[in-house]
């Protein structure tokens, strides 16, 4: 599971709940009138227009419902696009470690957990890791990247040698 995908379905169930107490409240709403004409001279075009409000809102809100639910599924779907690609043991390891992170958009692209700009990349072909964006790691930050790619390099290439 990912933290998108858990906030995406409390916000679905937050959305249902008040789209279920504003559906009721409607109801109420309407069940007030108690069957009487709303022809009347003093309050039938107020309570037709509360209806109207009342029926926006609930349309509104299952169009934010729905897009929730979109969302959802799509998240649902890279899940399972990255779940496909067969990563090598070690960088399995070091994602499960939270060492790195892997992009949704590109599986075979890794993210240093606390570095900004740099990736680390797998090559599909060759198996061989290697990097792109290097200028865009700071100085502060720089240490950190470089100590986990040359340990995943060095896992990497024992790797290879075994195979």
Request: glycine content about 6%; proline content about 2%; overall charge positive.
């Amino acid at each position: 599971m990912s933290k998108r995908l858990d906030i995406l379905k409390a916000s679905l169930a937050k959305k249902q709940q008040r789209f279920d107490d504003r559906l009721q409240n409607h109801f109420d709403t309407v069940a007030s009138a108690n069957g009487q004409p709303l022809n009347d001279k003093r309050n039938g075009q107020a309570t037709l227009n509360k209806w109207d409000k009342q029926s926006d809102a609930l349309r509104a809100l299952q169009d934010s419902i729905q897009r929730t639910k979109d969302a959802i599924e799509r998240e649902e779907t890279k899940i399972a696009i990255v779940s496909l690609v067969e990563l090598p043991a070690y960088l399995q390891q070091a994602i499960d470690g939270g060492l790195i992170t892997q992009w949704r958009k590109h599986p075979r692209f890794f993210f240093v957990v606390g570095v900004s700009g740099g990736r680390i990349v797998l090559d599909e072909e060759t198996g061989i890791i290697g990097y792109r964006y290097l200028n865009k790691v700071s100085k502060e930050e720089y240490p950190t990247f470089r100590d986990v790619f040359n340990r995943l390099n060095k896992q990497c290439r024992e790797s290879q040698l075994v195979a």
